[in-house]
């Protein structure tokens, strides 16, 4: 570690504090202990040095596992809001409550799965398919997070793009992702690339194994790309129980273990010093790296009281901290309306004007029966982790394992804000579509029909519209069994053929195939609803009733059929002689998502980047000009700053267009720009921008954006 300029007062301060440590003292920062606290992991404070400790907690869609914070909307509803103020303010809201919890750390925000497996169980919790999409919202995210103070964990380095046999088991090793050096940079360096530029104070090393080396034991990855290429300055953390060696975990570049270091760090890291099998300037850095970091956020002057607003139970009686802040709510809302994407829109479905009767359908309409953390568990607690919308039944037939387990497709038991596992949201308040439609209904006096329980309604022939609400449901620990559902779109299908104007609403935490019905003539209006967080219903109302536009884009493919995915559909399995060394192979190399339907000519149901709304909007006057100074060579040559060399972040070209509202709704666009060279994998997502475009009467003048291309 050097500090570099941007580091330099922090490293200072770290280096003295760590120059008074012992070798156990300095050992102590390294590893996680448990403080009885419900924080997901916690460092040992040093009371001689003055030193607090320190908590980590989940996740990069809010803080969970405690009470009074808000569930925001999930990386993919980010992801296709293509938003990138809104985004870092998101991020900002989201790190206040963190600070106001005395959480240091932000177990988050998360850039990989890179959405390489498109069932992969993950993938919501990030943003998108495409790395400069990605990278460019995860550096937004860490941005606003960190302005507050809190440190975010970049997860999960790198290239662990499965939830399948993500973590050995008994005599079977973790999955090896085998990746090129070229695919390695395009795909999944490139957005903790963004990340370290933006000043991510730690990442999370990985749980499966990269060209056959453990993430967290991989010197290529952690001190080879990220230390010395892109320059990083923070520190490295492992996964929960990501570890699987001593020695070579320290030697690899790994700076603090999760969540525990009795395991192999602890005592051992000290006799390991002792004997020579560490260089005690090695646990130095790692301690300097952590301690750095710590004072990088000003962490010594707001974190008297680490996890204060974290108890152990709560349940049980405990000091109560409220971590929201009322004025977060629009940052709330507004999330969610953008995340939403209008894929079909005929017959003048939506937006709704005052209806005179609706019929509501579907399991994802309303709130799960319970949205509480006790009494009592079954084999895991259904509120911590986001399962209180999943059946009883699939919840326990997903914790037996191996080839009896079944998992679910969607979650029966209610509407979903996120998915499942430690990314999930545990809010103090969330609004259901039923809940907000009713309140509207009320309003305007509709009438409101409604069966969300059975699979074959019937429809009241005065209805004017009919909505039918199913989800897509994904959870850390298993990739999702598949795209679609008979049982919702048997429900559509029904409902359509007895209604001729039939929206259906998907709250998805991925891909989601709607071939079965999105060209029957009733159904006239689809919307992909993703993962909106607290104000799901709230914001729907808004969209339904054209009090707010449809403005969020497609930051994934949408396939016609499963099989259009190839291999990429589904996880790598365990075969042949590797049946304990599973391997997967990254042979499509950077074809991915849209490159891979480029490469391959198959025409997607819908395209990455789609989006309707209910306005027009055109595109005039591009122009391109080049900007001097910039190196535009082959080769970057300049010094290493976090993030890599700096001339890698040469702006060499800026594009401006003219964007004009045409149509007779207030509305926003998201201008593209991408650039193709005649084979797939030239083609990239380069810039975009959000513009908002007003339409007033006497007709609104063009708004003219600015595109910045770092090439």
Not at 5 to 23: D, E, F, G
Not at 90 to 110: C, H, I, S, T, Y
Not at 227 to 232: A, H, M, S, V
Not at 661 to 683: H, I, K, L, S
Request: hydrophobic residues 35%.
């Amino acid at each position: 570690m050097t500090g570099g300029s941007q580091w330099a007062a922090a490293y200072q301060k770290a280096k003295a504090l760590v120059s008074q440590m012992t070798l156990e003292e300095k050992v102590n920062v390294t590893g996680g202990v448990d403080l009885r606290t419900g924080c997901s992991g916690s460092i040992y404070p040093n009371k001689r040095l003055n030193f607090p400790g320190m908590c980590v907690s989940d996740a990069g869609n809010g803080l969970r596992n405690t009470d009074f914070v808000n569930a925001y909307p999930a990386g993919i509803h980010v992801g296709t809001s293509w938003n990138k103020d809104l985004t870092r303010r998101r991020g900002a809201a989201m790190g206040g409550e963190f600070r106001r919890k005395g959480v240091n750390v932000l177990l988050g925000p998360m850039v990989g799965p890179a959405w390489r497996v498109v069932r992969g169980g993950r993938n919501w919790e990030g943003f998108s398919a495409d790395p400069y999409l990605s990278g460019s919202l995860v550096a937004q995210t860490i941005q606003g997070v960190q302005s507050q103070g809190v440190q975010t964990s970049l997860k999960h380095y790198i290239a662990n793009e499965q939830e399948m046999n993500r973590n050995p088991s008994g005599e079977v090793e973790a999955v090896s992702s085998n990746v090129d050096d070229k695919t390695m940079h395009e795909v999944y360096l490139w957005p903790f690339q963004d990340g370290v530029r933006a000043g991510t104070g730690n990442i999370m090393c990985s749980y499966q194994r990269i060209n056959n080396s453990y993430g967290c034991a991989n010197s290529k990855t952690l001190n080879g790309l990220l230390k010395t290429e892109l320059g990083f300055q923070g520190f490295v953390m492992s996964d929960w129980g990501a570890q699987h060696a001593g020695v070579a975990t320290a030697l690899a570049g790994m700076d603090m273990v999760m969540p525990s270091g009795d395991g192999f760090w602890g005592d051992h890291l000290v006799k390991a010093v002792k004997n020579g099998s560490v260089p005690e300037s090695r646990v130095t850095d790692m301690a300097t790296r952590i301690l750095t970091t710590w004072y990088q956020f000003g962490q010594d002057a707001i974190f008297d009281k680490p996890g204060i607003g974290m108890p152990l139970d709560v349940r049980q009686p405990h000091e109560t901290i409220e971590g929201r802040d009322h004025n977060d709510r629009p940052v709330l809302l507004d999330g969610a309306i953008e995340g939403h994407v209008l894929v079909k829109n005929t017959k003048n479905t939506l937006p709704l004007k005052c209806p005179r009767m609706l019929s509501l359908f579907g399991y994802s309409a309303r709130s799960a029966d319970s949205l509480s953390p006790g009494p009592g568990d079954l084999l895991i607690n259904l509120w911590r982790f986001g399962l209180t919308s999943v059946s009883i039944g699939d919840v326990l037939s997903s914790q037996l394992g191996g080839q009896q387990a079944k998992y679910p497709n969607i979650a029966v038991n209610g509407t979903i804000m996120g998915g499942g596992g430690s990314g999930a949201g545990t809010p103090a308040v969330f609004v259901a579509p039923y809940d907000a439609i009713s309140m509207r209904a009320a309003q305007d006096d509709t009438a409101i029909f409604h069966d969300f329980g059975m699979p074959e309604p019937a429809v009241v022939p005065s209805t004017d519209t009919c909505i039918v609400f199913g989800n897509a449901w994904a959870s850390e620990g298993y990739d999702r069994p598949s795209l679609y559902d008979n049982f919702t779109d048997s429900l559509v299908k029904t409902v359509a053929d007895q209604c001729n104007k039939t929206v259906v609403v998907l709250h998805n935490a991925g891909p989601r195939i709607v071939e079965s019905f999105v060209d029957h003539p009733n159904v006239t209006a689809i919307i992909f609803a993703h993962l909106p967080g607290r104000d799901s219903g709230t914001s729907l109302v808004k969209l339904l009733y054209g009090e707010a536009g449809f403005s969020g884009k497609l930051s994934y493919t949408v396939a016609r059929k499963e099989s259009d995915y190839g291999h990429l559909l589904s996880p790598d399995e365990p075969a042949g002689k590797f049946q304990k060394f599973p391997q997967s192979n990254f042979t499509e190399g950077v074809y991915l998502d849209y490159k891979y339907f480029e490469m391959h000519n198959i025409t997607p149901r819908y395209e990455f980047g789609f989006g309707l709304s209910y306005t027009t909007f055109s595109l005039a006057n591009l122009v391109i000009q080049r900007v001097n100074g910039g190196n535009s060579g082959e080769w970057a040559q300049g010094a290493i700053i976090p993030g890599g060399q700096a001339d890698l972040f040469d702006n060499i070209a800026t594009v401006t267009v003219d964007v004009s509202n045409t149509g007779n709704m207030a509305g926003a666009e998201v201008p593209q720009f991408t650039r193709a060279q005649g084979v797939a994998d030239e083609w990239r997502v380069l810039a975009w921008e959000t513009v908002l475009n007003l339409k007033d009467d006497d007709g609104a003048d063009p708004t003219s954006t600015d595109f910045v291309l770092p090439l």
